[in-house]
């Protein structure tokens, strides 16, 4: 049985070894190296940044937090787990990858406070858009989703709908004294974008009356259990999607790692379905998933996110890629 057990792991980490991946001395080559820490473990040399159309940015930026901390630990852990995944969907029946995904490294922000930090956020990612990637970035603190989607909006010369998927309407104009905390992320860009929030469980009377003002339509947390709610979601968005994922928005239940759980919100497969409607009958500009806070000996949350990110790959895979991208 213990022999069984390590073929299969030997077999599992030289996986992309034998699909061309690194070629090691001959020494070497027999021994079972583990796979980098990038999106699925994918090597460089398989997935080159000049030939892969989606690209994952790491960013483990957390300066704002409100409650509890952790989420600069995030991007870490869910591609750690993300090196677990089965390569394979069965749902779709293939293997996403295989589109092309190429992971940059950690990008750093600057410790000289949260405007500094997003702008420089803001010249990356413009660089990453120049080169005509589908970027899925990977948080971090939900303030990250600002510059992208800023970024996408001040390029499409259109309107541009942001589907966010959150516990939070994050519409605050200013939270702990600065109007770039993660709490007043989407109020940075609510006059840039039409907001589409879903699974709001926890928002202020301040944070509702701009709702009704702005006519932003939210899908509350308690509306997931009744029908028609996707449609709903379906029908508010324009041709023109970013999609932002707080991964409060699901159960705590299901997603215990993050620092202001809600009780109630998403389940996978609802959601799953939504998110591939997105894709199939919208234009999807570019993906975040933000504020996984990992709980020491509770993995299950972080290859929750790490799964999320692998259906973004698949959905962008099969509905997207070779369309044309002009933002």
Known sequence: ????????????????????GQKLPPPLES???????SFLGLPPSQCPYAESPVVVLPVPYEATVSY???????????????RYIEL???ELDFEPYRVGVHTLPELLLSGAGPEVALQELRTAYDAVLDDGKFVILLGGEHSVSGPPILAHADRLGRPLSVLQFDAHTDLREEYEGTPYSHACVMHRV??????????????????????????IPVVFGHELARPGWSDRVLAALG????????????DPAIM??????????????PTIE????????????GCDVVELAPLPGIVAPDFLAAKLVHKLVAFYARHQHGRERTA
Do not use: C
Not at 239 to 250: E, L, R, S
């Open 239 to 250: 041709d023109d999607v970013y999609i932002t994922f707080d991964v409060d928005y699901f």
């Open 68 to 82: 509890m901390g952790g989420t600069r630990f995030g991007p870490g852990a869910l591609l750690h787990a993300s």
């Open 190 to 215: 609510h006059e840039q974008v039409r907001l589409v929030p879903v699974g709001i469980r926890a928002l202020t009377a301040e944070e509702r009356a701009l709702t009704r003002a702005r006519d």
């Open 88 to 90: 394979y969907d069965h």
């Open 31 to 37: 021994l079972a190296w583990a796979p980098p820490e």
């Open 1 to 20: 049985m213990g022999d069984r057990r390590e073929r299969r792991r030997v077999l599992r980490v030289n996986e992309f070894r034998d699909r061309g």
């Open 274 to 285: 939504l998110l591939e409607a997105v894709f199939r009958e919208k234009r999807v500009v």
């Open 256 to 269: 215990p790692s993050t620092g202001t759980p809600e009780p109630g919100g998403g389940q996978w497969y």
